[in-house]
Structure formats: structure tokens, C-alpha cells
């Protein structure tokens, strides 16, 4: 029998940092420097620079600013990408609604994520910038540099399907974080109109960036889009987003189903949280409701599609191929608990398809 090879240690995640502000530019690279899978490999002050480095200098991740002198991050990225075209880049700005539109463009064109930048007064302080940070470089960069046989040492099991009656669904849930925007925007634009239910938003992200996610989806699919307002009624054929720093909910008043909002804390370090979403609409509406978990790290949402799962809903995860990260959609198919694990392309038709079979 021949030994199993020793796993060698995991190469560092190699990042650099785009900014033109030397102070934002150091705190970044300090935050970075702290864990130590990381290593930031250059920091520059403009995309022309940072264009110059990424052909000389292979990284993994790349934190691009929006606003700098010389090139700003819109005009850097594509040119990024076609020197350095393994590298995720992660757009990084204020929270400005012109900013939040110009982030929803870059993700468009190719972009992996974004962050918000912290304000000046807490640039010393946000510990919850710190976490987001990492926590974005590692789950976009940490894959790439795997080896086979790190891959094969940490492939689960193939995610075993449940069968279930399909009914017609009165709500859908869908819950999604890093690469939600872009994925939200193909799934709700294939949507035919027979799918007329409620559909209900947990996407993590900052206030701002929601009013113009909810305007994109509004344009791309054809169908009212509006970030929820506490008491609001959800009708058919209506998108509700929660909005950014609000945990989202649905609760039954009489024969009306209200949005309630609520600031209570985070959950999975998450405000907006799919866990509350999905548990509200599992309450409120049980078999005759759907979960769908689109690409995003971490494992939010897991708890609550469980407890939908259990209720009877049907339950859809995007697949690994089609996720930017599968962490939330890996976490729900391997829960056990999914009635379909699709590629992205495929989720509009089938959750067409619950309504056409069970057309009443």
C-alpha cells in the first residue's frame, strides 16, 4: 500500500491592496498582516500602479479601491483582470449611493465582492470591518490555492436529496451573500411570470447598497422590488429586500402577511441574517413555501432552511460550479435537507416548475 502523501502546509493567500489614501492603505495592510494565511504581496496608490504590479506580481485577491487619482478602481478592473485573470478582486468604497452604484457595476463586469470601507472617526476601531475583511480574502482566496489533494482531503460526501411532495409555493425565501447581487439579478430576471408568490430577500450587505440592489432587481426582473418597511403588506407578485443593518422578518396578522424589521443583534455576525427570514417564513407559512440558498460564505441561513426543511418546504442550493463561494448553499445541501442542488441557470425553471405542476 502506498502512504498517503503528507499534506503540506497551505500556501498564503497573496493579496494587494489598491488605495490611495496612505491611511486607509496601512490600516488594510495592518488588518491583513494580522492572520497569518495572508500575505499581502504589494500596496499602491492608484489601478495604474496596481496594474503595473499585477502583471509582475502574482496574487490571489486583489482590494480595489473606487475613488483614486491617476485610475480609479471601474477603470483598473478590467485591465486587472486581463493581466492578473486568476485574481478575485473585491471593490472597496464608502458608503455613498454613487459609490454602491458604481460597486454594482463593477460586480457586473467581473468583480467578486465588495466591502465598505469604515469612516474616518472608526478607523481605529471597527473590529467588525477587521472580520469581514479576512473573512472575504480567505473564502475567495483560500480555494485557489488548494492542492488536489488538499481538495480531496476536504470534499464532503455527494449531498444526499430529499424527496418530497412539491406544493405550489404561497412565499419564497432566498438568502445569498458574497456573489448574491450578480446571482440574484440571473435567477429573479429568468423568472417567468407564473411565478407570480411573494419572494422575500436576505442578502448580506450595507445600507445604501440595498436601495440600489432593489433597484438593479427591480429592472432586471420586471417586478415591483422594494426594501422592506416594518408593517408593510407583502402581496403577490412583489420582491421584498431586507434592508441593510435590519434582520427581516414575516409575520401573519389576520389574513395579511406583514414585513417586521427589527435591529436586534446579528446573527452569525450578520445583520441582515437569512436565519431569522427563513425561520419567520417557516412559522408562518410552512410546507406551502420554498428556500432558495444562493452563493455566499459562512453557513447563515442554514438553521432557518432546516427549520423550513422540517416544515415540508421545498428546499434549492445552488451547486459548487456555479457559486462564487459555496459556503451558505454547501452548508444547506449538505445538511441534508435540499429536494434539488442546481446550477444557477436552472433554479428559475425549476421553481417554475412547482407552480406549473401544481397550478391551482
Given at each position: 500500500?502506498?502512504?498517503?502523501?503528507?499534506?503540506?502546509?497551505?500556501?498564503?493567500?497573496?493579496?494587494m491592496?489598491?488605495?490611495?489614501?496612505?491611511?486607509?492603505?496601512?490600516?488594510?495592510?495592518?488588518?491583513?498582516?494580522?492572520?497569518?494565511?495572508?500575505?499581502?504581496?504589494?500596496?499602491c496608490?492608484?489601478?495604474?500602479?496596481?496594474i503595473?504590479?499585477?502583471a509582475r506580481?502574482?496574487?490571489?485577491v486583489?482590494?480595489?479601491d473606487?475613488?483614486?487619482?491617476?485610475m480609479?478602481?471601474?477603470?483598473?478592473?478590467?485591465?486587472?483582470?486581463?493581466?492578473?485573470?486568476?485574481?478575485?478582486?473585491?471593490?472597496?468604497?464608502?458608503?455613498?449611493?454613487r459609490?454602491a452604484?458604481?460597486?454594482?457595476?463593477a460586480?457586473?463586469?467581473?468583480a467578486a465582492?465588495?466591502?465598505?470601507k469604515?469612516?474616518?472617526?472608526?478607523?481605529n476601531a471597527?473590529?467588525?470591518?477587521r472580520?469581514?475583511?479576512?473573512?472575504?480574502?480567505v473564502?475567495?482566496g483560500?480555494?485557489?490555492?488548494?492542492t488536489?489533494?488538499?481538495?480531496?482531503?476536504r470534499?464532503?460526501?455527494?449531498p444526499?436529496?430529499?424527496?418530497?411532495?412539491?406544493?405550489?409555493?404561497?412565499?419564497?425565501?432566498?438568502?445569498s451573500?458574497?456573489g448574491?447581487?450578480?446571482?440574484?439579478?440571473?435567477?429573479?430576471?429568468a423568472?417567468p411570470?407564473?411565478?407570480?408568490?411573494?419572494?422575500?430577500?436576505?442578502?448580506?450587505?450595507?445600507a445604501?447598497?440595498?436601495?440600489?440592489?432593489?433597484?438593479?432587481?427591480?429592472?432586471?426582473?420586471?417586478?415591483?422590488?422594494?426594501?422592506?418597511?416594518d408593517?408593510?403588506?407583502?402581496?403577490?407578485?412583489?420582491?421584498?429586500?431586507?434592508?441593510g443593518?435590519f434582520h427581516?422578518?414575516?409575520a401573519?396578522?389576520d389574513?395579511?402577511?406583514?414585513?417586521?424589521?427589527?435591529?436586534s443583534?446579528?446573527?452569525?455576525?450578520?445583520?441582515?441574517?437569512v436565519d431569522?427570514?427563513?425561520?419567520?417564513?417557516?412559522?408562518?407559512?410552512?410546507?406551502?413555501?420554498?428556500?432558495?440558498?444562493?452563493?455566499?460564505?459562512?453557513?447563515?441561513g442554514?438553521a432557518?432552511?432546516?427549520?423550513?426543511?422540517t416544515?415540508g418546504?421545498?428546499?434549492?442550493?445552488?451547486?459548487?460550479?456555479?457559486?462564487?463561494?459555496?459556503g451558505m448553499?454547501?452548508?444547506?445541501?449538505?445538511?441534508g435537507i435540499?429536494?434539488?442542488?442546481?446550477?444557477?441557470?436552472?433554479?428559475?425553471?425549476?421553481?417554475?416548475?412547482?407552480?406549473?405542476?401544481?397550478?391551482?
Amino acid at each position: 500500500m502506498i502512504p498517503a502523501p503528507a499534506r503540506q502546509p497551505a500556501a498564503p493567500i497573496r493579496v494587494m491592496v489598491v488605495d490611495d489614501s496612505a491611511i486607509v492603505r496601512g490600516l488594510i495592510v495592518r488588518m491583513l498582516k494580522s492572520d497569518p494565511r495572508i500575505e499581502v504581496a504589494w500596496s499602491c496608490s492608484n489601478g495604474e500602479m496596481a496594474i503595473v504590479q499585477a502583471a509582475r506580481n502574482a496574487v490571489d485577491v486583489i482590494i480595489l479601491d473606487i475613488e483614486m487619482p491617476v485610475m480609479d478602481g471601474l477603470t483598473a478592473l478590467p485591465r486587472l483582470q486581463i493581466v492578473c485573470s486568476t485574481a478575485r478582486i473585491i471593490m472597496a468604497s464608502t458608503l455613498t449611493q454613487r459609490n454602491a452604484a458604481i460597486s454594482m457595476k463593477a460586480l457586473a463586469l467581473g468583480a467578486a465582492d465588495y466591502i465598505a470601507k469604515p469612516t474616518s472617526d472608526k478607523l481605529n476601531a471597527n473590529e467588525d470591518f477587521r472580520r469581514e475583511l479576512i473573512a472575504k480574502v480567505v473564502a475567495l482566496g483560500q480555494p485557489r490555492r488548494s492542492t488536489p489533494f488538499d481538495a480531496a482531503m476536504r470534499a464532503p460526501a455527494k449531498p444526499q436529496l430529499v424527496r418530497i411532495v412539491p406544493r405550489r409555493p404561497r412565499m419564497i425565501a432566498i438568502g445569498s451573500s458574497t456573489g448574491g447581487p450578480q446571482a440574484l439579478l440571473t435567477l429573479l430576471g429568468a423568472l417567468p411570470a407564473s411565478v407570480n408568490c411573494p419572494i422575500v430577500i436576505a442578502q448580506h450587505m450595507p445600507a445604501t447598497f440595498t436601495t440600489v440592489l432593489a433597484q438593479h432587481i427591480e429592472r432586471a426582473s420586471g417586478r415591483p422590488c422594494r426594501e422592506a418597511v416594518d408593517g408593510a403588506p407583502i402581496l403577490p407578485g412583489t420582491i421584498w429586500l431586507a434592508p441593510g443593518d435590519f434582520h427581516f422578518q414575516v409575520a401573519r396578522q389576520d389574513q395579511a402577511c406583514l414585513a417586521r424589521l427589527s435591529q436586534s443583534p446579528p446573527e452569525n455576525f450578520c445583520r441582515p441574517s437569512v436565519d431569522p427570514l427563513m425561520r419567520s417564513v417557516a412559522q408562518v407559512f410552512g410546507a406551502e413555501s420554498c428556500a432558495v440558498m444562493l452563493t455566499g460564505m459562512g453557513s447563515d441561513g442554514c438553521a432557518g432552511a432546516r427549520l423550513m426543511a422540517t416544515a415540508g418546504a421545498t428546499i434549492i442550493a445552488q451547486d459548487e460550479a456555479s457559486s462564487v463561494v459555496w459556503g451558505m448553499p454547501g452548508a444547506v445541501a449538505n445538511a441534508g435537507i435540499c429536494s434539488a442542488i442546481l446550477p444557477l441557470p436552472q433554479i428559475a425553471g425549476h421553481l417554475a416548475g412547482l407552480f406549473e405542476k401544481n397550478a391551482s
